[in-house]
């Protein structure tokens, strides 16, 4: 798979080092093609892993090169992106504050290591598309990610028909291991949002959205996917209000209305139970808070940050602010990375919650850090919404402001910002990014 590089990019990529890992992995192809296979070999490793064919301690691999690559070429990032200080300032603020505070609290360097990987795979995988892709690069390859719904499908009617599978176990394309339906629901934000914002932009079929949007909407009920019924609405409403309204808005919702209502229907036939759940607003949010330990997570997803300040911190105003240290509640499957916290506290299952992982860690200053960089991008994209419109940008500017508020939401319900999955964020918000980019230079 290779798409066209501009000139510049052309010629920085030949500029890059040339001795280490920099001249062996540029010797063959350039780094835009690199990432684009390599983006497309992480889920492969992790469905192989899912299926007991290789361990999964593989798919770490790719974060080593990762990083490797990026302070290779750290020279690129002042070069590429140093007109984004609202993005960039924060995150130099998290990676300096981070493993401060972890080495000010004398938290083992193991611990610090392993949790800086986590938190830092995000980061690295988009300072990777912003140096080495373009904003033509970046949308050639979200057509590509889009149309793996195709072969998502497939794979979700086989788990489902001939492997008997249901509810947590039914990933498609991402694997079959419980929990793998985690990232399927990211995986399905993202197809619906950029389906939906190409038709409200004039750049895409009536026909190929409702496929979109019927595809996606019966994968969440055999999935048991709950709560993408409301990321679903939230996509809706924000792709819609970002386009405002015109006939195609009025088709759009229309037809919407229709498809989630068939989608419901099935729904209903094949889990009664969890469709009533879904249908009764407090039953809703009772599932949403998930703080049963027996069926879900020991802290609370609605009030995690309540919950930690008084269960773990005791009400302390500093550690609220600044937390344990970094690395203070490290978890993983290799026991040489899991901290003392965890082997008390994993119980809990505190780290099925980014929320949860980053306050333990860093109180709300390391929280506030951590959102600040998508919160920031989003304002930007809702400040700057007539110039991305008339610039051409509408497909791209409605689907990045509808994952920046996923993506925040997100963060307080499951722990895919900080997991592999945290690619596929990496990749949504990139759209955005390039898009500030060129609206900058005017």
């Known amino acids: 798979m290779s798409y066209p590089m501009t000139p510049k990019q052309m010629h920085e990529n030949r500029g890059l080092s040339t001795s280490g890992l920099g001249a062996i992995l540029v010797h063959r192809f350039n780094m835009a093609d690199f990432l684009a296979i390599e983006f497309v070999l992480l889920f492969v490793v992790n469905f192989l892993s899912n299926i007991g064919l290789i361990p999964s301690a593989f798919t770490y691999v790719f974060d080593i090169v990762n990083l490797c690559i990026l302070l290779s070429n750290a020279r690129l990032i002042g070069k590429r992106v140093g007109?984004?200080?609202?993005?960039?300032?924060?995150?130099?603020?998290?990676?300096?504050?981070?493993?401060?505070?972890?080495?000010?609290?004398?938290?083992?360097?193991?611990?610090?290591?392993?949790?800086?990987?986590?938190?830092?795979?995000?980061?690295?995988?988009?300072?990777?598309?912003?140096?080495?892709?373009?904003?033509?690069?970046?949308?050639?390859?979200?057509?590509?990610?889009?149309?793996?719904?195709?072969?998502?499908?497939?794979?979700?009617?086989?788990?489902?028909?001939?492997?008997?599978?249901?509810?947590?176990?039914?990933?498609?394309?991402?694997?079959?291991?419980?929990?793998?339906?985690?990232?399927?629901?990211?995986?399905?934000?993202?197809?619906?949002?950029?389906?939906?914002?190409?038709?409200?932009?004039?750049?895409?079929?009536?026909?190929?959205?409702?496929?979109?949007?019927?595809?996606?909407?019966?994968?969440?009920?055999?999935?048991?996917?709950?709560?993408?019924?409301?990321?679903?609405?939230?996509?809706?409403?924000?792709?819609?209000?970002?386009?405002?309204?015109?006939?195609?808005?009025?088709?759009?919702?229309?037809?919407?209305?229709?498809?989630?209502?068939?989608?419901?229907?099935?729904?209903?036939?094949?889990?009664?139970?969890?469709?009533?759940?879904?249908?009764?607003?407090?039953?809703?949010?009772?599932?949403?808070?998930?703080?049963?330990?027996?069926?879900?997570?020991?802290?609370?997803?609605?009030?995690?940050?309540?919950?930690?300040?008084?269960?773990?911190?005791?009400?302390?105003l500093f550690t609220m602010m600044f937390g344990f240290g970094f690395g203070s509640a490290s978890q993983s499957s290799m026991s040489f990375f899991c901290s003392p916290f965890f082997s008390l506290y994993g119980w809990l299952n505190y780290h099925f919650l980014t929320s949860a992982m980053v306050f333990i860690q860093l109180g709300y200053i390391g929280t506030v850090l951590f959102v600040m960089p998508v919160a920031l991008l989003g304002i930007m994209l809702i400040a700057r919404r007539g110039d991305i419109v008339r610039k051409g940008f509408a497909t791209s500017g409605g689907f990045s402001i509808a994952m920046c508020i996923l993506f925040l939401i997100n963060c307080m319900y499951n722990n895919t910002a900080v997991t592999y999955p945290a690619v596929l964020w990496a990749l949504s918000l990139c759209v955005g990014l390039f898009i500030v980019s060129e609206m900058r230079r005017g």
Do not use: H
Request: glycine share 6%.
């Open 83 to 316: 007109n984004e200080p609202f993005f960039n300032v924060p995150v130099a603020l998290f990676a300096v504050i981070a493993p401060l505070s972890g080495i000010i609290n004398t938290i083992a360097p193991q611990y610090i290591i392993w949790q800086a990987i986590s938190f830092s795979r995000l980061f690295v995988w988009i300072y990777l598309f912003r140096i080495f892709w373009d904003k033509d690069y970046i949308r050639a390859f979200m057509w590509f990610v889009y149309k793996m719904q195709v072969p998502n499908v497939i794979f979700v009617l086989i788990q489902y028909y001939v492997l008997g599978l249901f509810q947590d176990n039914i990933g498609g394309i991402f694997g079959v291991e419980r929990g793998c339906n985690g990232i399927l629901n990211v995986y399905l934000c993202i197809v619906v949002a950029w389906g939906l914002n190409l038709y409200l932009a004039k750049e895409g079929r009536l026909s190929g959205l409702l496929l979109t949007v019927l595809s996606a909407l019966l994968i969440a009920a055999v999935a048991e996917l709950k709560f993408f019924f409301v990321e679903f609405a939230l996509i809706v409403a924000i792709s819609i209000l970002y386009a405002r309204v015109s006939r195609k808005t009025i088709v759009s919702v229309a037809a919407i209305v229709l498809l989630i209502a068939v989608a419901l229907s099935v729904f209903a036939a094949i889990n009664p139970l969890q469709y009533e759940t879904l249908v009764d607003f407090d039953a809703l949010m009772t599932e949403a808070d998930n703080s049963n330990i027996e069926t879900g997570y020991g802290i609370s997803r609605l009030n995690a940050f309540s919950q930690i300040s008084e269960q773990f911190f005791n009400g302390d």
